[in-house]
């Protein structure tokens, strides 16, 4: 386990997904629609850049309150959002009345084989329980030259802290990088907060549940945010907060896949 930046163990973690961000839903909706507030408005450009034109049908799984949705949805596509919290999906349609939202958990979607141009998971996959499976499933539901965007907090970010303020302090990781570990944090600011519920996985781990799935990457970024964020971002500048990748599904599944490392 590999608690971490103030992140402690809950019983690894304790709930699972689907209950801790029905807990969540009403304080996510507020932190992520309040302009400005979250790093989504400072990454998201660089997201949207992987993201090829819209086709047939795009697909979010973890959709949330639905922000990616309807910023898809202003670029042309034609969504469906998926979210495991009933009051997340709810909220996201009331929001969007042009767009269809389910729940359903992504290691099980509710769709046949081949259905989707381009399925995107922004900050979703290291959320899931059961991240190999989730990426089967998406790799089932594409079709065969379909693309996966993914968004994740970096493995790097996720394994280690800075050791104090300013441009010089030293980033440490104590412990291991390697292995799953859960991870529970909860941010306060301009009297709104949230806890995000996680797990941490080295980069290799997302790299083998990819390649397991038939995906092959085309695209790997490691976006800083943007020249105007605020100086709480200043240390992203220096170690990256997130990856962002696009990958098209290239084959069938190679074999069975493998747990956490």
Known sequence: MRPHDGRS???????????HWETEAKRWMAWARAAGHDAYWYYRDAFFALVPPPRRVTLEIGCGEGRVCRDL???GHRVIG?????TLAALAAHADRASRYLVADGATLPFRSGAFDLVVAYNSLMDVDDMPAVVLEMARV???DGRLCVCITHPLKDAGRFAGRGPNAAFVIEGSYFGRGPAMLTFERNGLSVTFRSWCHPLTDYARALEEAGFLIETLREPQPLLDAPARFDDERRIPMFLMLRAVRSGPPRGARHGAS
């Open 9 to 19: 163990p809950s019983s690894e973690l304790g709930v699972n997904a689907a209950q």
């Open 82 to 86: 998926l979210d495991i919290s009933p």
């Open 142 to 144: 594409l079709r065969p």
């Open 73 to 75: 949805v202003a670029r």
